[in-house]
T-cell receptor
Framework: DSGVTQTPKHLITATGQRVTLRCSPR?????VYWYQQSLDQGLQFLIQYYNGEERAKGNILERFSAQQFPDLHSELNLSSLELGDSALYFC????????????????FGPGTRLLVL | DAKTTQPTSMDCAEGRAANLPCNHS???????VYWYRQIHSQGPQYIIHGLKNNETNEMASLIITEDRKSSTLILPHATLRDTAVYYCIVRDRTGANNLFFGTGTRLTVIP
């Protein structure tokens, strides 16, 4: 158990809908990262938040957005869903995630499996 | 981050040591080698990391060559539960914090 929790575990929805995925980082971790894993793309970084602020962006679509709340949990919002958005979505957390700090190992949650029909 | 090359798949007999190689010939001086594994669609699990010295923890050992252009992850006594995809990632401590996962090595531990 990494200490990172994600809800829900599974989500089935229809094209055009909007869903929200939730992540609670490990106690004490300030950074949250979101990754997408689809069959044809492998694990891809989407976005990082540090202490409530966006820190880095990867291959995140404009239809997707995220935020990190004062209690440090994070939500990933996926809208106008398409069949191709079906994937596993992982959240990871690390202590700080800022440049030149000692501990930046990321610990991953169990993921949310999204199926868009 | 430097690119890594790993074999697509490997088999290992249960109870034997599993040696997973990784080439990172373009690694630079401040880049660390990280290993993660993913067991059947579970979240990636951190295993170990190192800079230039060999490292060992309760899960595995990491051997980095003197020129740092390659490394080997060693699982000393592989069990069936070690069957997973193993990812070798080279990261710059001072750069972006996201992880770049390649295709990894699918390790199958055989009874």
């Amino acid at each position: 158990d990494s200490g990172v929790t994600q809800t829900p575990k599974h989500l089935i929805t229809a094209t055009g809908q909007r869903v929200t995925l939730r992540c609670s980082p490990r106690s004490g971790d300030l950074s949250v990262y979101w990754y997408q894993q689809s069959l044809d793309q492998g694990l891809q970084f989407l976005i990082q938040y540090y202490n409530g602020e966006e820190r880095a962006k990867g291959n995140i679509l404009e239809r997707f957005s995220a935020q990190q709340f004062p209690d440090l949990h994070s939500e990933l919002n996926l809208s106008s869903l398409e069949l191709g958005d079906s994937a596993l979505y992982f959240c990871a957390s690390s202590v700080a995630g800022v440049r030149a700090l000692k501990q930046e190992t990321q610990y991953f949650g169990p993921g949310t499996r999204l199926l868009v029909l | 981050d430097a690119k890594t090359t790993q074999p697509t798949s490997m088999d290992c007999a249960e109870g034997r040591a599993a040696n997973l190689p990784c080439n990172h010939s373009t690694i630079s001086g401040n880049e660390y080698v990280y290993w993660y594994r993913q067991i059947h669609s579970q979240g990636p699990q951190y295993i170990i990391h190192g800079l230039k010295n060999n490292e060992t923890n309760e899960m595995a050992s990491l051997i980095i060559t003197e020129d740092r252009k390659s490394s080997t992850l060693i699982l000393p006594h592989a069990t069936l539960r070690d069957t997973a995809v193993y990812y070798c990632i080279v990261r710059d401590r001072t750069g972006a914090n996201n992880l770049f996962f390649g295709t990894g090595t699918r390790l199958t531990v055989i009874p």
